[in-house]
Every structure is written in C-alpha cells, then in structure tokens.
C-alpha cells in the first residue's frame, strides 16, 4: 500500500555528479569526536544465542547518544571492535545497558582510563564482566523495578527502574532521593570510571546528560547561545589533514 517514487536518467546523473563534486571539494575525513556511546557486538551476540532480549541494550545507548547531543557533544557510537582502534582517539567512553563486553575490550577500557580516559557505565552495563567492579569501585545488587527520582537542577528525573549500590573505593557525587547511591566514581591512575545506577530515557526533557557531564566536569564540545538552543542541534567533528571541521 506504500508509494513509490521512480527517478529518472536525468535526476540519477545529477546525483551522481552532485556527490562527485562534493567529494573532490570536501575530500576524505575521519571521526574526530571525542565522546563515544559503545554498542557492544559481544552482547549482541549473547542476546541472539540466548535469547536474551534485554542483553544488548542498543536502544538505551541510543537514547544516551541523543541526550548527549542534545547537549551540544559531538558523539560516536562505535563497536567493539572501531572502539579498541580508536580509543586513544577519545576523551570519555560511555556504555550503556551492554551488559557483557568482551575480555580483551574490557582491558582495553582499563587501559584506556588508567591513561586519563573517562569510563562511564549505566544501568546494566558490563554487568556480566566479573572484574568490572573492581574498576567501577562499587557493587552493583539488585534492580529495582520500581519508579525512582533524582533532582536535576530545578527539575525531577524519573526513572522506571534503577539499582542498589554500594560504594566501596568510589565517591558519590549524586544520590536518588531516597538516599540511594545514584552517580559514583572511582579515580584509576590518570582517569576515572564512573557508574550511573540507572539508564536515561529520551527525550531528555530534563537535561540530564548535560547535568551529568557536569557533575562530572566533563563540558560540551560546543556552545550554543541565542534562540537555537531549544533546537535538536547534531554537531560532529571531522578531521582533515591539517584541519577540524565542524558539520
């Protein structure tokens, strides 16, 4: 029952050249945002063998990745795999409800954050990896599937379910407000790695990501003044020899 849009010879080859032009005049560029929101293929492929539909998570990196840009960063959402060959490329690595990353990925984000890179996890990410708390400094229980709220300025976060921390060689720098643990983080060599006892949803009506990195003294890539700042603005960074674009 859907239409159906048929292009002509003409309008084909227009394309074509319009593509071919750009190209010559913009060239080849690569990635150089510094935030990424990883969508793990290892617990892709958990979900797929084991029928474990809340393994892999993607639609709750994504909404991350939307309220960060809300906020004016320029993200990536890399694999696996893009994270480990670019991780030196990134200051903050954000996962999310990925709740089993492989081993050799997970060293990497030691590595990684030991260096000076920053670590967030949320919600049920790298839940699975039986050394992750060890990094994150805190002990994940129990989920709690029962409405909980954290004050985000002027503003109430609600989320529909979130978990019981214990913060063992963390800090807490933000609580739910029934005291509760809810944002903590752990100082590893020149980094750190931080835990979010909950997942955002989206929209992020709320500001909560931009309140987030915040806390958190990680500021946005751009900013945004005038009447455009209510507006869903994507920025990204990309590098040229000898120069960085913003698109």
């Not at 239409?3 to 010879?9: D, I, S």
């Not at 945002?33 to 474990?52: K, M, Q």
């Not at 893009?82 to 492989?102: D, W």
């Not at 919600?123 to 002990?139: P, R």
Request: aromatic share 6%.
């Amino acid at each position: 029952g859907g239409r159906w849009t048929q292009v002509g010879q003409g309008q084909r080859r227009a394309g074509e050249r319009l593509a071919q032009e750009g190209e010559a005049v913009l060239g080849r560029a690569t990635s150089a945002n510094t935030r990424a929101v990883v969508l793990g293929e290892t617990s892709g492929r958990r979900a797929r063998s084991h029928a474990e539909t809340g393994a892999y998570g993607a639609e709750g990196a994504e909404h991350v990745a939307l309220g960060l840009q809300d906020a004016a960063f320029c993200v990536d959402m890399p694999n696996e795999a893009i994270l480990r060959s670019r991780q030196s490329s990134y200051r903050t690595v954000v996962v999310v409800n990925q709740r089993v990353l492989a081993q050799e990925t997970l060293d990497a984000l030691k590595t990684f954050v030991r260096g000076g890179g920053q670590l967030i996890v949320m919600g049920s990410g790298m839940a699975d990896n039986a050394d992750a708390a060890e990094l994150l400094g805190c002990k994940r229980g129990e989920a709690q599937d029962a409405p909980a709220y954290v004050k985000v300025g002027d503003e109430l976060a609600v989320f529909a379910a979130s978990f019981n921390v214990e913060a063992r060689d963390a800090e807490t720098l933000a609580m739910f407000r029934d005291g509760r643990p809810f944002l903590t983080r752990k100082r590893v060599g020149e980094g750190w790695a931080a835990f979010v006892a909950a997942a955002p949803g989206y929209p992020d009506e709320e500001g909560l990501m931009g309140w987030l990195m915040q806390r958190l003294g990680n500021g946005p890539c751009v900013r945004v003044e005038g009447p455009a700042r209510g507006e869903h603005l994507v920025f990204s960074l990309r590098r040229k020899p000898g120069q960085v674009i913003l698109h």
